[in-house]
């Protein structure tokens, strides 16, 4: 399926990318970013062992018979951090994943990006501090297949 192994290849490239990326548990041990596909683990919420953390899901398939067709990637990026400045910790990974996308823009040989809105809200529930992402990537589109009958069959 396309755009499964879109996401899936997305969050491996995102995961190599973070791989030297060491933020701050509540414990104030550095770990590594935690990437996951689709969904957050239910008890990620529960304890704080998990973040940092990266989100990659898709969120929607647009088929334009002009355009081509379209695959909207979401992100969002979650770390902990106990300071004021804390946002730029934030930013910081967002950066990181941003330079990086930029600088292949294909995934898999085969998903281009088209487009990279980001986000950092205003409102953050502190000492948690998020951003969103949302990357449009081209996807292949199936080719119309005519199948010409004649009359008798």
């Known amino acids: 399926m396309t755009p ?11 995961k190599k990318a973070c791989a030297l990326v060491k933020l701050p548990l509540e414990s104030e041990e550095a770990v590594a970013v935690e990437v996951f596909t689709q969904y957050l683990p239910e008890d990620l919420f529960e304890t ?25 990637v979401g992100l969002t990026l979650g770390i902990y951090a106990p300071d004021a400045d804390a946002w730029f910790d934030a930013f910081h990974l967002m950066q990181v994943i941003r330079q990086e996308v930029l600088t292949w823009r294909v995934v898999a040989k085969r998903f281009r990006l088209l487009g990279i809105q980001w986000e950092l809200p205003e409102t953050q529930p502190r000492p948690f501090f998020y951003a969103t992402g949302q990357l449009t990537f081209d996807i ?14």
Do not use: C, N
């Open 4 to 14: 499964a192994r879109l996401v899936s290849e997305l969050a491996a490239a995102i």
């Open 48 to 72: 704080t062992r998990y973040l940092p953390f990266a989100l990659v899901e898709l969120l929607s398939i647009k088929d334009d018979f002009k355009e081509g067709s379209r695959a909207e």
């Open 140 to 153: 292949f589109q199936a080719e119309e297949m005519i199948k010409w009958h004649t009359p008798t069959g």
